[in-house]
C-alpha cells in the first residue's frame, strides 16, 4: 500500500531540496529521519517534516508499523516563483527569480521475506 505525503510551496528551492532528498531516497522512514537530523540543511527540516507526515498517515489511516515503512518514492517539484525586479545598470530592470517547490514522499510497507 503506497502512502503519500506532500509539502507545499516551500521556501527553499528544488535544487536545494534535492540534493538532501538523495541522501535518503530508499531508506526505512526511522533511518532516513536519522540521517536527516545531521545534515546541516534548512531543507532537511522541510523533508524530515513530510516523511514524518506520511508515516503518521500510513499508522493512522492504515493501521502500518512505522518500523516497516521504506520511502519508495520522493521528489521535489518546482512551485510558482515570485518575481522581483531590481535596478540595473543604464535604467535596465534585472528580474529576480524566487523559487519554491512541491515536496511528495511516498511510502510503503515493507516486503517480508520468509514469512
Same mark, same amino acid.
Given at each position: ?28 522512514? #526511522?533511518? $532516513?529521519?536519522?540521517?536527516? *537530523?545531521?545534515? +546541516? ?6 523533508? !524530515?517534516?513530510?516523511?514524518? %507526515? ?22 521535489? #517539484?518546482? $512551485?510558482?516563483?515570485?518575481? *522581483?525586479?531590481? +535596478? ?6 534585472? !528580474?529576480?527569480?524566487?523559487? %519554491? ?15
Amino acid at each position: 500500500m503506497e502512502v503519500r505525503a506532500q509539502a507545499k510551496d516551500t521556501g527553499t528551492s528544488p535544487r536545494k531540496v534535492r540534493l538532501v532528498i538523495d541522501l535518503v531516497r530508499g531508506k526505512k522512514v #526511522d533511518e $532516513a529521519l536519522d540521517t536527516l *537530523r545531521f545534515v +546541516p540543511s534548512p531543507a532537511a527540516k522541510i523533508v !524530515s517534516g513530510a516523511i514524518k %507526515s506520511a508515516a503518521a498517515n500510513a499508522e493512522k489511516n492504515y493501521n502500518l508499523p512505522s518500523a516497516e515503512l521504506k520511502i519508495s518514492k520522493i521528489f521535489a #517539484d518546482g $512551485a510558482p516563483m515570485m518575481k *522581483r525586479y531590481r +535596478p540595473k545598470s543604464r535604467g535596465r530592470a534585472g !528580474s529576480i527569480h524566487k523559487r %519554491s517547490s512541491h515536496l511528495t514522499v511516498i511510502v510503503t510497507e515493507q516486503e517480508r521475506y520468509g514469512t
